[in-house]
């Protein structure tokens, strides 16, 4: 198949590898010269502009872009890829914005003929390395079926969430709920551990109890509990806390226009924003231990 | 055996009934009348105070009662245990207290040359009754091995959290964190039902990814998701708001004690607290969904 | 002087209403033709559209408009302000919008040739029909000194806040600890009185200690204490508890774009969200105190 | 008269002073030899326990003690003051303690004849020198009004509360109250700061509007915007931040016990602990606007 791909930070660069891999024909863009000069070398086939990606002989096009307005120009500016683009060939949208703007964005391109899914996805760079992704698709259910093949070759869970903007809803759902359990943890093992506990007692006495969770058993944020969580390695890679900002950013931004309110996703967001503006933004994101103690 | 039990609530009489059930000899005492006829009932023998317990032909000596105030009292008061008790029986306390008050009390249990193990529960007055509570067990390993017969009769998840208090200890921090989650689910669950997802298929994303928790899976907030939960039988039964009120008390009073900040921890005391005051207190403590939206 | 206004709400009419007063030509536009038809009977002249104003014969323009995505097309979009205004028009914009689009709009005034103040106000409905409203104002110094006179007509507290948008700055933080000194008065006067103390003498104390604030003194939230306060009369009238979400919405989104925690500010953005949410959004926002007890 | 005082601290020692100065002969304990030679030396006489300052020939007895376990200690154990004093003397304790124990022991203090005042004060050690503490009081009017003479040579601000525990309750809602709006106020100051706005004109700004309190008048916690302010001198000195944990630590007590939410009290009190956690417990309360950045 052939297939255009915009966007080839630390995300997509690793996605669109996986398409050349598995054998498909991909054209690229990005505004930084040595992505696009990886690419290349690995087979792609370079386009000057969004709109090139676009005109190209596709019939699909991938995005991953960093927030909510380059996803706007991309698709809707002067160069962009609705001005381009033939009605056959399918979108998706790959980065984690707001669901209003996946849903106007898609909305405008469903007014030009085109069918668009929004699929964020989770799993990191590695996953996006491994082509292990989870992928949280929203839009129409046939679309979905005809993009599931190539979406496998990214990622190896590929989630039908219902209609347009779900996949970004499902995303900022749980990744608040994320933000949420991790503070909750890091204060649960902060507080039994300063009352004379053993860490490792207490995670498994919680991890076989009502509070568990996936930031306990998985990613428990006390140094030395889990042996391969970011915690017992100086809390480096992962995810990072300001990527973890950002996600609770957009939950906090779709509660106020949903008029619901979210007391503990906000409350998540300004700690976060506290251990960030601290100069904490680029440890991993379980690493809101530290905020609670002398360092 | 021969086995004391001061406290025949909700909790302690069901408990107390499973030693009858599995042959011990139990001496009984509670304030209320009615809770000490049906115990004799079912065999036990009834003692006029808490010391005329101690200072029956026992063992050991098992409390459960509602809070601190009434542990110190049958304790450490006048009319007492450890004023009446023979060095050799071992003593229980089931209650769920802080757990500096359980250091307190088993300290002049020693003392006074009497083994001591602090080891709430959880598994509410179900668990009671099926005999399959969870205990956590703080006290010397020797005494723990001791007592674990007895109280595999009462429940099937026994678990030895370390030194004295360290019961109270596990028990604080897993709950803490189970009413930071609950509430988190029911933010999560809220926000994405709001921005147009099935509830259903919310809870299935989030429950194979990185948001996941016990109160998603086994008891979700939202109604209709986990057809066992109470948020699927009007929130009646289960683990009273109040109840979770009182746990998030202690929690934030022994944090208070550590000098250790447990932000959202004591933001769900707040929010718990709230919802009791707008009077749903008797509610599950699932129900605090209902909190974000109009009645 | 001629000068042209675009927004006839229930703060614009009244403000436009001064203008004629003061002796002033008006052209008016709003998208309600019954608000267009009123300001025409006081002697404003209508215009068809923003651009329709703006090439009037005037020689200042004021928008008082509802939220940032109305400032943005009035004075950006194709038949908007900018498209069709003389270079000689000073432009001032009341709404109260975030800080950032204020600048943004500025920007594009000032590459037109325009100079542009921004200048939201305090003092609400009865404010605007007095002619007594507070003007906040950011831009040029002496941009600032020509629209004195004309902003004196409408208000008697007009502030100089440094340059561009910082009268949006001002407003904002300002209103963001109102907020929370609203909600820290209302569980103060509500702590105190649940505890056995007469309001009136507890906010006496309050009053004369360092507790004390504008919330507590002009405008406290328990009934009874100020006479003329909503509080006394039914929360009814004031400033609505959605107005205050709306101010504590522009908070936090500044403060997310500027990477400053505002801990305090986004939980009572949420309180108030939660209080709207279970249909109190009407009420006056000392009306919060509501919150902590039942209906 | 004869007066015996009782805690000779930080506060203590200089408010006995000043009984002194005024003419008073002073009795006077404390655990400190180093505090009781000091008065000694101005003239003070010393006594060797509670109980022994209570059998004085007293008229009226003062504490000023840490907590409330303290004021337990002193007035009801077994060397304690109700053990010792003759039923004329009139009792006051000025230690800041919860509401529910100033109750508790006035009772007791009543049931054994004795007539007892609450009457904590603020002002800090500079007003505990100067003799400008403001005392708030709680217990019988006709009891206040015989201690008014004594109280008006350590306090310029004598201010009568209502019933036994009032002075508490005002204190500890006053001081919930300042804890909130000091962080409100240094949230607003720095957004403001952050968006571009000079810090003395936006204090001027909010002085003059809805959001001004006593926290951005007088103690505002940007350095540099009033000249007499901790935040001027490098938070030195003032009133800790450690001291302002601990009233708020009562507060969210008093509302626990009293069932009533104290959302952003609590949330003060976690930031505040966080603060402390971090090691700035020694600040004055207004470096709390530390938090918020990089060191």
Not at 149 to 177: D, F, H, R, S
Not at 236 to 253: C, H, N, Q, R, S
């Amino acid at each position: 198949m052939n297939i255009g791909f915009i966007g080839l930070g630390h995300m997509g660069a690793p996605m669109a590898l996986n398409l050349l891999k598995a054998g498909h024909q991909v054209y690229v863009y990005d505004l930084v010269e040595s992505a696009v000069q990886m690419l290349e070398a690995s087979g792609a086939i370079r386009a000057a502009s969004p709109a090139k990606v676009a005109s190209s002989e596709i019939d699909m096009l991938i995005t991953m872009l960093p927030a909510a307005a380059h996803v706007k120009q991309v698709y809707l500016g002067e160069e962009g890829v609705l001005a381009a683009v033939g009605k056959h060939v399918l979108l998706i949208d790959s980065s984690t914005i707001d669901p209003q703007t996946a849903r106007d964005v898609a909305a405008q391109a469903t007014a030009h003929g085109n069918a668009m899914l929004d699929a964020p996805v989770s799993g990191g760079t590695g996953g996006a390395q491994a082509g292990t992704l989870t992928f949280m698709v929203g839009g129409e259910k046939n679309v979905f079926d005809k993009a599931l093949p190539v979406l496998e070759t990214m990622g190896k869970n590929i989630v039908y969430c219902g209609g347009t903007g779900n996949g970004q809803v499902a995303k900022v759902a749980n990744n608040m709920l994320l933000g949420i359990s991790m503070i909750g943890a890091a204060e649960a093992m902060n507080l039994g551990v300063s009352l004379g506990m053993d860490p490792k007692i207490l995670a498994g006495i919680i991890n076989t109890s009502s509070g568990r969770c996936w930031s306990t058993e998985v990613y428990n944020p006390y140094p030395g509990v889990v042996e391969t969580a970011p915690a017992s390695k100086g809390y480096a890679g992962g995810f990072g806390a300001d990527l973890m900002l950002k996600d609770l950013g957009l939950a906090t931004e779709a509660a106020k226009a949903a008029k619901v309110p979210v007391v503990l996703g906000a409350a998540a967001q300004q700690l976060y924003q506290t251990f960030s503006a601290q100069g904490n933004g680029q440890l991993d994101f379980s690493a809101i231990i530290k905020l609670f103690s002398a360092k």
